[in-house]
């Protein structure tokens, strides 16, 4: 069994912790994918210093990759003035070394965080803009909470053409974004060849989200089993959803 999340706000031994805390006897951490792990893993080898949307635990996997990260869950060297903040922005020194915006969950996004991101990609030629997800959100005791997509989406804004604006949340993402976790089927990729598997006729992808589970088991060319425990409560609300109905699974549980 392997487990497979868009959540980059942990790494596989915090997963394997928090599994034996539900109930899990013994969860492998090699068959642990965390969206922080996967990007790392498969972020371009010309890419050495990134600057970082984020938190601890995706700076860590990019850090042990050898790659320097910039911002993140750490201090800026120079940080926006309450006043002058145009002045901040139009001297604001850019790393020319910087390869790569890499957007994950960060609670502490801000308006700071929103234009060194946007800086990077206007001005560094070549930047690559890459996330762990594009996830809009969670439900929690019925309220929705905010994940990676809100601010994701607020950085393209900040660089995509005013046509683009219009378009829905996946199609801008997918137009600007390298898009790393779920749909993206790269880790049944990593799984295959890090497990020696070669009969993807015989994997399961079990979850709970049309749009981000059973789209990546339909990409990835898996079966897959969409359960109503979590984004749709029955099939009658996954058939009547248009945004849910399109990603057809290969049975319901």
Not at 25 to 43: F, N, R, T, V
Request: hydrophobic share 35%; net charge neutral.
């Amino acid at each position: 069994m392997f487990f497979v999340s868009n959540n980059a706000r942990k790494k596989s031994h915090e997963y394997a912790e928090k599994m034996r805390g539900m109930g899990y006897a013994s969860p492998k951490e090699d068959h642990i994918y965390g969206s922080a792990k996967i990007l790392a893993q498969c972020i371009p080898k010309d890419v050495r210093k990134v600057f970082l949307v984020g938190m601890k635990s995706l700076r860590e996997e990019l850090e042990e990759k050898g790659i320097t990260v910039l911002g993140g869950d750490q201090d800026y060297a120079e940080k926006m003035p309450k006043a002058g903040m145009t002045e901040w922005f139009e001297n604001f020194e850019v790393d020319k070394e910087v390869g790569a915006v890499v957007v994950g969950m960060d609670t502490s996004f801000n308006y700071e965080k929103l234009c060194i991101a946007s800086l990077y990609l206007q001005t560094n030629p070549g930047c690559k803009f890459i996330a762990t997800n594009a996830d809009k959100g969670a439900k929690v005791q019925g309220r929705k909470w905010p994940s990676t997509g809100p601010s994701l989406r607020s950085i393209v804004a900040s660089i995509a053409n005013k046509k683009d604006l219009t378009l829905p949340h996946t199609e801008i993402i997918e137009k600007y974004v390298q898009v790393i976790g779920k749909p993206n089927p790269i880790a049944v990729e990593l799984i295959c060849e890090e497990h020696n598997i070669t009969d993807k006729s015989k994997i399961l992808m079990v979850g709970d989200n049309p749009i981000t589970d059973i789209l990546f088991a339909n990409r990835a060319g898996i079966d897959s089993a969409l359960v109503f425990t979590g984004v749709v409560p029955d099939k009658s609300d996954y058939e009547a959803n248009n945004e849910y109905n399109v990603h057809r699974p290969t049975h319901f549980v």
